[in-house]
Each structure stands twice: as structure tokens, then as C-alpha cells.
């Protein structure tokens, strides 16, 4: 059975809104029926002509009529921006088709769409109005009713306008952010041994860019990797991230180890705005003597996986978040062991952590699909924790992810 073939015209013509395409130059393209009928023309008469020219707003209002002013300002954004325009409600007064010269007070609700080229030049503007007339009328020669109801559907348009000018300013500030943070991270170059390393924001714009990770290089075959996360998000946390991660990166370069490089980020987050109470997770990996020595700051504990599937947590040294305490205290560090062949994972909450549910749930999850995967090249089991571990709905929070091959 093959779908039934649709009909884009009929439903153009159909849609209870008006529309109408404009060229560049803002002159008629085309028109569906109900702008016809709201325009009260036919097509032949709009065809070609510019806006202003087929619907010129009275004599009488000419000066201080906020219609044309508004809409010609819109229309000129979106073909200046490419970026979706809406109005609040509009006064624009239409002139009777059978008695020219007469004007009828007439209200609008519009919404200006571009339409772009392979290019991402604006060919057309889809210029939809609605007719909103009737709620300015009144109504048994009180207009109460039809006062309050015009009154709550210009409210209602102002927070649309509004809504839509935000979420425009959260993309901006989304794609900012992202510029800054793929600045900031290091770029994912060999460190001496195979590593993955992976930042995947959230599909919100107001989650993401807190998150960081950072290998290091060391003297004598040894390599510090540390994974962290800003309480904040968007510009601010971009921020404080770059900043973190470039002061543990000189602190592990110049420290015996991860609780020492620790201590010096924790005593200079104290003295960065937005920097208190970030977490982060440090390791320094001794080829030589086989063995890992890590420290912790209120993260998520890494997973040390064995080539045998086996899936061991690093949690026995693990402090408060940076700054939480009252006072600064050196924080603990361990060390284990590891065979040639296993893999350290380090990641931030939102790779395992889920609204409504206990993080040991996350981990669970984490630990049993490294379990099916001990022997996984790091690039492949990055990509893999990703695609298997990630909510089907898209993440809620940004993860960044390293996975290095011991």
C-alpha cells in the first residue's frame, strides 16, 4: 500500500491562516485563499505589487500609525537576519474595496517567515497574518467582554514575543558558549597512549558548556587525566571551566600528585567567581610501576575496567566539592594497580545520571555495558558509551568523556 499523495496546494489554500509570499523586494508572490478572502482582492490584483502599495494604511494615521512602521521593521529584519519575526498585536487600518478612500480599523496578529536558499539567502518571506478585529469590538454596547478578551490576547502575543526573543538570546548564547569551550578543551591529540576523548552538549541550551576534561603529559612515561563540571552553565560556565582547567593542568605539572594538584585548584577556585562547588576527578598514571593514583573532588568515581570485563570504581578518595568546606583542607588520594590491556573511564554526571532515579542506578548501568566491552578499542567504546548510555530523548545535561587505554 503506498501513502496517499498530498495535495500541497489544497492545503495551502486551506490553512485558516493568510498567507502570503513576498519576494526581496517585498512584492507579492502568491497568496493562499484565506488571505485573498481576508484582503478582500483576488490574486490577480497582488501579483507583483509591492505590500505597502496594494495596502496603504489611511490618510488620517499616517503619521503616527504604528502599522506600516512595525511591519515594514519586521519584514526588513528578516530579510536582513534571516531569523523568524513575530509582531505584536497590530492596528493597520484597510481601505473598502467598494468605497475607496474609506478606511476600516482593523487589527492583525503577524508572523514573518524567511525562506532560504541551498545558500542560506532569504528567496521568499511567508508573511502570515490573522484577522483579530472582533476582539476590539464591543460587544451589547458595554465591550466588557470583548475588552478583556482583546486585552488578554494582546498579553498573550507580548509573551509569545517575548518567549520567542529568549529563546532566540539562549541559541546565541548556546553557540557562543560552545565557540569558547571547543577553544578552551584541549584538542584530542595522542598523549603517548591510545585515548578518546568526548564533550556532547545538551540538547538545552541552558545546559550546556560546564564541562571539561584535560590529559597531560609527564615526565618519566606518566600521564595525569583529570574530567570536571561546573555548577553552572551557558557563557559563565564556559568561563570558569577554561579557567579550571588551565590551573589544574600547571598544578599537575608541578605536584607529586592528584591530591596535590587538587589542593592548588581548590585553594584558586575559592578566588573565582562561579568556581565553588565544581567537581572534578585526577589520576596520574604510572606505566612503569603499573600502578594509578587518583583523587577525587565530589565526582563521579572513574571506572577502571579489566581486560577480563571486570569493573572496578574508584571511590576510596573522595572529598567534597572544591570550596565546600568552610575551611581548606588537603584532600585524600589512592592507588591501585592495573594489568596491560585495562581501561580507565572518566566522565561527568551526564553520562549516568537520570531525573527521578538514584545515581547507583547510573553506575549499574555504566558498569554492566563496560562489562560487555572490556577489550573495545577507546575510540569505538567512546562512541559506544555514548550511543548506549545517552537518554533516547537526548541528553538533559552536557557529558565530556575520556577513554584511555592503560
Given at each position: 500500500m503506498t501513502d496517499p499523495a498530498i495535495d500541497y496546494r489544497a492545503v495551502y489554500n486551506r490553512l485558516p491562516a493568510g498567507i502570503a509570499l513576498l519576494d526581496p523586494e517585498l512584492r507579492y508572490i502568491d497568496a493562499n485563499e484565506t488571505y485573498l478572502h481576508l484582503a478582500d482582492c483576488s490574486l490577480a490584483d497582488l501579483l507583483g505589487v509591492y505590500i505597502f502599495d496594494a495596502f496603504p494604511d489611511s490618510p488620517e494615521r499616517a503619521q503616527t500609525a504604528n502599522g506600516p512602521t512595525s511591519l515594514g521593521a519586521s519584514l526588513l529584519h528578516v530579510l536582513a537576519t534571516g531569523e523568524r519575526d513575530s509582531l505584536a498585536l497590530q492596528r493597520y487600518d484597510v481601505e473598502r474595496r467598494d468605497r475607496p478612500g474609506t478606511y476600516e480599523e482593523r487589527y492583525w496578529s503577524t508572523i514573518n517567515t524567511p525562506i532560504l536558499d541551498s545558500a542560506g539567502e532569504v528567496v521568499l518571506i511567508a508573511h502570515r497574518v490573522e484577522e483579530v478585529t472582533a476582539f476590539m469590538q464591543t460587544k451589547d454596547g458595554s465591550g466588557d467582554d470583548s475588552k478583556l478578551q482583546a486585552e488578554l490576547y494582546m498579553r498573550a502575543r507580548e509573551l509569545q514575543e517575548i518567549n520567542e526573543q529568549m529563546r532566540a538570546a539562549h541559541a546565541r548564547e548556546r553557540e557562543v558558549a560552545l565557540t569558547l569551550q571547543a577553544a578552551l578543551l584541549p584538542a584530542p591529540r595522542p598523549v603517548g597512549h591510545r585515548a578518546a576523548v568526548r564533550y556532547q552538549p545538551?540538547?538545552?541550551?541552558?545546559?550546556?558548556?560546564?564541562?571539561?576534561?584535560?590529559?597531560?603529559?609527564?615526565?618519566?612515561?606518566?600521564?595525569?587525566?583529570?574530567?570536571?563540571?561546573?555548577?553552572?552553565?551557558?557563557?559563565?560556565?564556559?568561563?570558569?571551566?577554561?579557567?579550571?582547567?588551565?590551573?589544574?593542568?600547571?598544578?599537575?605539572?608541578?605536584?607529586?600528585?592528584?591530591?596535590?594538584?587538587?589542593?592548588?585548584?581548590?585553594?584558586?577556585?575559592?578566588?573565582?567567581?562561579?568556581?565553588?562547588?565544581?567537581?572534578?576527578?585526577?589520576?596520574?598514571?604510572?606505566?612503569?610501576?603499573?600502578?594509578?593514583?587518583?583523587?577525587?573532588?565530589?565526582?563521579?568515581?572513574?571506572?577502571?575496567?579489566?581486560?577480563?570485563?571486570?569493573?572496578?570504581?574508584?571511590?576510596?578518595?573522595?572529598?567534597?566539592p572544591l570550596g565546600a568546606r568552610p575551611q581548606h583542607q588537603p584532600g585524600p588520594q589512592a592507588t591501585v594497580g592495573f594489568t596491560v590491556g585495562s581501561t580507565l573511564v572518566l566522565y561527568t554526571d551526564g553520562l549516568i545520571e537520570r531525573r527521578h532515579e538514584d545515581i547507583d542506578v547510573g553506575l549499574a548501568r555504566l558498569a554492566a555495558t563496560l562489562h560487555r566491552y572490556p577489550l573495545y578499542d577507546p575510540e569505538a567504546l567512546a562512541d559506544l558509551l555514548l550511543s548506549e548510555l545517552s537518554p533516547p530523548t537526548g541528553a538533559t545535561d552536557d557529558t565530556a568523556l575520556v577513554v584511555l587505554r592503560l
Open positions: 545538551a540538547i538545552s541550551a541552558l545546559n550546556v558548556c560546564g564541562d571539561w576534561y584535560d590529559l597531560v603529559d609527564l615526565p618519566g612515561d606518566r600521564i595525569a587525566v583529570a574530567v570536571g563540571d561546573v555548577v553552572g552553565h551557558g557563557l559563565a560556565a564556559a568561563c570558569v571551566m577554561g579557567q579550571l582547567r588551565s590551573a589544574l593542568s600547571a598544578a599537575s605539572r608541578t605536584t607529586a600528585g592528584p591530591a596535590e594538584a587538587l589542593n592548588v585548584l581548590g585553594l584558586y577556585a575559592r578566588s573565582v567567581e562561579g568556581a565553588e562547588s565544581s567537581t572534578v576527578v585526577n589520576a596520574f598514571i604510572d606505566w612503569p610501576s603499573r600502578t594509578l593514583t587518583y583523587s577525587n573532588a565530589g565526582h563521579p568515581p572513574a571506572a577502571l575496567l579489566r581486560p577480563d570485563g571486570t569493573v572496578e570504581f574508584l571511590d576510596q578518595a573522595t572529598d567534597p
